[in-house]
């Protein structure tokens, strides 16, 4: 009860380590559909965290495990808007038939929505927006870029009519609007910043994930065997959409191990990624 992760580190008197932090300080904040608060002094679970206060926790570990003469590698933080509990559920996933279109902008005429129109084909979801200044619902269509999570319940918008029916829209803590996700972005490159800055004062490597999990959304291949950001057949994340599995981080792995070679001039060998499994299909 009375020691830290830092202090447990600093007992084995480490010569070399690796430092990951700070995904967690933008990730609740996202998967909570931005309902969290912004910057708050003290952060709870959910709400995203000020960028001074991430710096100056990361500069504390690292001078911490430095100080002694520690080599080591930090990384920054991957867009976790690009990861499949954000992208699976696309913001235009109403397909309607010209009979269905036609009925609910009858019904979207008698709540005083005329504004949103819905037609054959592919139609955005509604959702909850309490800045719209007009009719009794504050509702409206989803815009290109704006996310809908993973966690909003796939029968409710099959059975349901969440989504389409202008009494059941999608609420705040199904999506991320455009602020918010403009927000997570800002913050990110904040955290990132102070990321590098800490790496470049204390002479240790950077592991540049922002960059590396990118390519996870174009598609990676790996001893012909191809891996991407898609939900479950892309064979890199787990199935909370979140976190990558085992295939997933060895792929990680391997770019750790590839900064700590090129910043020590090591030859560590990178891990065979075909060895660690991936999902398994029923």
């Known amino acids: 009860g009375s020691s830290s992760i830092l202090s447990e580190a600093m007992r084995v008197n480490p010569t070399f380590f690796t430092l990951w932090l700070g995904n967690n300080d933008v990730l609740g904040y996202a998967t909570g559909g931005g309902v969290g608060n912004v910057d708050p002094s003290f952060p709870l679970p959910g709400d995203l965290s000020d960028p001074a206060q991430v710096g100056g926790a990361l500069t504390i570990l690292v001078d911490s495990l430095t100080k002694t003469g520690a080599k080591g590698v930090i990384a920054n933080i991957p ?8 992208t699976t559920i696309p913001w235009n996933g109403v397909v309607l038939t010209q009979g269905a279109a036609d009925t609910l902008n009858l019904i979207y005429q008698q709540v005083d929505h005329a504004s949103i129109v819905w037609k054959a084909g592919v139609n955005p979801f509604v959702i909850e927006d309490t800045t719209v200044s007009h009719g009794s619902l504050r509702i409206r269509h989803a815009k290109p870029g704006e996310l809908i999570l993973l966690t909003t319940p796939g029968d409710s918008i099959r059975c349901a009519q969440w989504g389409v029916s202008p009494f059941k829209a999608l609420g705040d803590s199904y999506v991320l609007n455009q602020s918010e996700v403009a927000v997570i972005n800002a913050h990110t490159q904040q955290y990132n910043a102070l990321i590098g800055n800490i790496a470049s004062s204390y002479g240790i490597g950077l592991a540049d994930m922002n960059a590396y999990m990118k390519t996870f959304t174009s598609g990676i291949v790996y001893n012909g065997v191809e891996l991407n950001a898609n939900f479950i057949s892309g064979g890199a ?10 295939r997933g981080y060895s792929l990680i ?6 900064t700590i070679n090129a910043t020590y001039n090591s030859s560590i060998p990178t891990v065979d990624v075909t060895r660690y499994p991936g999902i398994i299909f029923p």
Do not use: C, M, R, Y
């Open 79 to 86: 867009d976790v808007t690009s990861i499949p509990f954000f």
């Open 237 to 246: 994340f787990s199935l909370d959409g979140v976190h990558p599995n085992p």
């Open 253 to 258: 792995a391997n770019e750790f191990i590839k």
